[in-house]
């Protein structure tokens, strides 16, 4: 409720005194990085007030057939998230990001920390963070995106928004046309649901279920993350980072109940704009390793990998009734994932579980900040036993867009 009067407050005063209020746009200077994401958004602002509320709305319509067979049409109100950004003191700031997934079905706070900076290259940060895995999960909002669903790697084999309670340090310097980041955090980590979940497979976005990750960890030992970023103004952007630690509860009151059991993520991302034709290219690529016990199946994999590759192709950049940068693109996803890399050890054939998928997609934006976009996505996904593959096909419209 006090959120609601604070809201409602807000846009009151907005009505009456709009001379005040300020949009602080996103930052298109080349100099950020996906490290920035966090904070590249726009926000408003009013007057003097040392606050600044922004946030994004993603909504959609999706219509599948797997096999031939279809559930019909459906409308998803999948995002609503807010943020809201304080200037607490010189060099000390804070941000929150809450997110309101499919209604109101899950409510979570993916970001709420301090920031506090001793130097450009020395700066600490601590509460809830986000884990700089991969490129995607640093840099993640919808209106950034020319397609409805986030990339398969990034939700299905990484945990997306994937954030934990820590804290670390993170800098960021440049030369020239070349630019240098890094962030290291401690955190809590994974847990046991990794390989004991619904799935019947090894899973990391389980453990995004539990929500005392926040509170506790797990394994009483911490999930080390980091993450190393170059960039060249004319190039592009390349990332390595790196995220591991022990998953499992080893032990109880001082009594062993299994051995330390570690999982290890190494990812590359990499974006790039080629200036004579605008075209945009943005990927990724994960493995995995996880110590399962011996006593589970097969079908539990020690090793997946992923990746994704988007293509994005602007074809009309002008100004469109009264928008005066809007543009229209084309686009295209490249979709893997394999989530048990290896050979059944009776037979030494393949393990399937793996996925290929490519969504072309047409996009508008009115503005840099809306989106709106139509996606054909179509998938082949084999089971354990690699028998021929299942084929989804889906149409998919809808929009996202800064607030």
Known sequence: M???VFFATLNLQAQTQDSLITRVHKD?????????AVYNRPFLTMGKLPVAVGGYLEANSL?????????????QARLLTIFMSASITKRIKFLSELEYEDGTKEIAIEFAALDVAFHPMLNFRGGIVMNPIGGFNQNHDGPIWEFVERPTMANQLLPATWSNTGFGLYGKTNKGSWIFGYEAYITNGFDNSI????????????????????????????????????????????GLSYMGGIYNKFEDGGVTLDKQRRVD????????????????IVGEYAFIAVDVPETFTQQYGNKQQGLFIDVVQP???RKILDWDNASLNLAARLDYVDWNIGTFNETNTNIGEDLWAVTPSISFRPSAQTVFRLNYRYQWKR?????????????LFGFSTYF
Do not use: C, H, Q
């Not at 100099?31 to 920035?36: H, I």
């Not at 993520?265 to 945009?280: E, L, R």
């Open 28 to 36: 298109t200077s080349g100099v950020k990085m996906n490290m920035d």
């Open 195 to 238: 390989i004991d979940n619904e799935e019947g497979k090894t899973f990391l976005p389980a453990t995004k279920e539990n929500p005392d990750r926040f509170v506790s960890n797990n394994s009483g030992k911490p999930l080390i993350s980091g993450k190393i970023a170059i960039k060249n103004r004319k190039m592009g952007e390349l």
């Open 315 to 317: 074809i009309i950049k």
């Open 2 to 4: 006090p959120g609601l």
């Open 63 to 75: 219509y599948t057939t797997e096999d031939g067979v279809t559930d019909g049409l459906s409308f």
């Open 383 to 395: 089971d354990l036993l690699a028998n021929p593959p299942a084929l989804t096909a889906s149409w």
């Open 265 to 280: 993520v190494f990812a590359v991302d990499f974006n790039t704009t080629i200036k004579k034709t605008g075209t945009y």
